[in-house]
């Protein structure tokens, strides 16, 4: 065989090879996503699009009952979710709230406006006024991994989560 005609054949076989390599040290999660956004259980399937690879995950949760509080999942270190509940003056629409104080820009809205989504960011409100109370809630939800962009799946979390948070009546705590 020919030297030149060698050197193309030796070339592809250690691409080829590089390559196969390169599948080997795909990262993984080496954790298991939660059930859970800190106290409120909304399913691993609902949380996992927005987990990436990674050793360990993290929860961290700050405030309480009253104006804010938020749940951070964090994975190795990083911020990679973000919920939080606010409670604010009433006649805001989602839109409203989610342009000027969520840091979101909707992308899409529900029907009957109940919230807004794209696909890092969502914002609901739960009309506490209607039951009497003198503030509504608000509910954000923030991907901050950066490899994270599905409007779909931002969706199904935030109607997920302001499903089961009213199961509880956050307006009672209000």
């Keep these: 065989m020919p030297i030149g005609a060698v050197f193309p054949l030796v070339a592809v076989l250690l691409f080829s090879v590089s390559g196969c390599a390169g599948k080997d040290r795909e990262e993984k999660r080496e954790y298991a996503v939660p059930e859970s956004l800190c106290d409120l ?7 996992a699009p927005f987990m990436p690879p990674g050793k360990k995950v993290h929860q961290s949760e700050d405030g309480g009952p009253g ?26 629409s989602a839109r409203r709230f989610a ?15 109940s919230y ?24 954000k939800a923030k991907a901050r991994n950066e490899g994270v962009a599905d409007a779909k799946a931002m969706e199904k979390l935030i109607t997920t989560y302001r499903t089961e948070l009213e199961k509880r009546d956050p307006c009672a705590d209000i």
């Design 116 to 139: 807004v989504y794209s696909d890092r960011g969502a914002v609901t409100v739960l009309r506490c006024t209607a039951k009497g109370e003198k503030w509504d809630l608000f509910l």
């Design 67 to 92: 104006s804010i509080w938020s749940c951070e999942i964090s994975v190795d270190g990083e911020e990679v979710l973000r919920v939080a509940r606010e409670v604010w003056e009433p006649g805001w």
């Design 41 to 47: 259980t909304v399913g691993a399937e609902v949380i």
């Design 99 to 113: 342009s000027s104080q969520a840091y979101v820009e909707p992308e899409h809205e529900a029907a009957d406006k």
